[in-house]
């Protein structure tokens, strides 16, 4: 493991408030987080580490289960501590998601060195900065790499961690929610739960905790296929050769993305929609088609796979994986469900089940355009073949997604983060935890009976 050098200037009252901090029974500060600001570029790991009272590093927390970090008893504290310069400039210089070294304390236990950095896209990273480079959010996502400096180190078995800071979500459920959806109807999702995070001893407030797809993800999933290729955000009808390569998450080292190709390939050469339908068969299976979209339309995702962005001449969607876990065979696997739980008659693009004739149409999409999903291949062909969806929809609003269900689960949510969320030290985006938690329960029925429309050929 890499050596610790301490920092020559540390005052007393900076260490006393390191060493309060370790003790996970300690508040912190209640301030709100230090806004961007220094000067100076990410340390990569070379810069002075502050002293940290917690302890030699605890090996019980790197090859413990996740599954115990994804139920813990209570919301548990990640303490990271570096030079003060250099959380400054790691805020000045967020865009560039470049890790620097920081010490972690899990509940007042030892971790290690780890990489740590800002995460996101631009709704919740590009845009928090104005022209003048300043953050005008109240706070970043986050990640940390907990192999960055000793490629051994794991925590709790994982290599990364995401924590979301849920900028348009006050009540902090609404990714978990969704992964717990998916999982119910068989789909593989990533683990999430929350977090409290501190930075030298100071509050950043309480973040989801979301487990990263990659190698770690797969081999849990699929223990008899661990080691297959991982694609982040590169959809078959639109994808290049070079276009897989680049966005190759795993085995980047020894890249063979011949199957992914040739599934791409197969699908845009398909002449009429039933060939389109036989590839997804053979390649992933309509029935996982089915309820993958049955859960994307139940939390109304306005972020995900059927939202093309377009400029007028390209288009793209995001916010998926697809995994190749055996020779022709692919999953796909959600990802960042935030933007979920909410219906805004504003987006106008059709919804994936509708045909469209003129494919030349965009439609106003928050700052931008989309098209119509059905312009794609895949959902033009699964736009014909609906009986799979419907009856997938069905099982989801019978179970999962009833109301009592839901309920249960967002009361259960609330009583596990509400102490946490209340203390939390940022702003709330639209109003406050408790209202936004009653607006979730609310808005259950009303996505309900959305969901049943759209079954039914209501657009």
Request: with cysteine; proline share 5%; net charge negative.
């Amino acid at each position: 493991m890499k050596n610790f050098r301490f920092a020559s200037l540390i005052s007393l009252l900076a260490l006393q408030l390191v060493v309060s901090a370790c003790d996970p029974g300690s508040s912190g500060s209640a301030e709100t987080s230090p806004a961007a600001g220094g000067a100076g570029g990410g340390t990569g790991g070379q810069s002075a580490t502050v002293p940290v009272d917690c302890g030699a590093v605890d090996p019980s927390l790197e090859n413990a289960d996740a599954d115990e970090l994804f139920s813990y008893p209570h919301v548990p504290t990640f303490d990271f501590y570096l030079p003060e310069a250099d959380w400054q400039a790691l805020q000045k210089n967020a865009r560039q998601e470049q890790y620097t070294d920081a010490q972690l304390c899990f509940e007042g236990k030892l971790v290690g060195t780890v990489g740590l950095r800002f995460k996101g896209y631009y709704g919740s990273l590009y845009n928090c900065f104005d022209a003048q480079g300043q953050m005008i959010c109240a706070r970043l996502s986050m990640k940390a790499k907990f192999s960055e400096y000793d490629s051994d180190l794991r925590f709790f078995g994982l290599k990364r961690l995401n924590f979301n800071a849920y900028r348009f979500d006050d009540s902090r459920m609404k990714e978990r929610l969704t992964y717990d959806l998916y999982r119910a109807m068989g789909i593989a999702a990533p683990r999430a739960s929350w977090a409290v995070l501190r930075v030298n001893g100071v509050s950043q407030g309480l973040y989801g905790m979301v487990e990263q797809v990659d190698g770690r993800f797969t081999a849990d999933r699929w223990p008899d296929s661990p080691d297959g290729n991982l694609y982040k955000e590169v959809w078959p009808t639109l994808a290049t050769p070079s276009q897989a390569l680049a966005d190759l998450t795993t085995n980047e080292d020894q890249a063979d993305v011949s199957a992914f190709v040739a599934f791409a390939d197969s699908l845009q050469n398909a002449t009429d929609d039933a060939q389109v339908l036989q590839i997804l068969d053979d390649n992933m299976g309509l029935d996982s088609w089915a309820r993958y979209m049955a859960v994307d339309d139940a939390v109304v995702n306005y972020d995900g796979i059927t939202y093309f962005w377009t400029d007028g001449v390209n288009s793209n969607n995001h916010n998926f994986y697809f995994y190749e876990r055996a020779p022709d065979k692919f999953v796909l696997i959600p990802w960042d469900e935030e933007s979920t739980f909410w219906i805004d008659a504003a987006h106008a693009a059709p919804h994936w089940t509708q045909i469209q004739e003129d494919c030349s149409l965009t439609y106003p999409y928050w700052d931008g355009l989309a098209r119509a999903p059905a312009c794609d291949p895949i959902f033009h062909a699964l736009a014909g073949a609906l009986d799979g969806w419907r009856a997938a929809a069905q099982e989801l609003l019978d179970g999962p997604f009833s109301v009592e269900n839901m309920t249960q689960n967002i009361d259960r949510f609330e009583t596990y983060i509400g102490a946490e969320a209340h203390v939390d030290p940022t702003p709330y985006m639209y109003g406050t935890f408790d209202s936004a938690v009653q607006n979730l329960r609310n808005s259950v029925p009303a996505q309900r009976d959305r969901l049943e429309r759209l079954m039914a050929g209501e657009y």
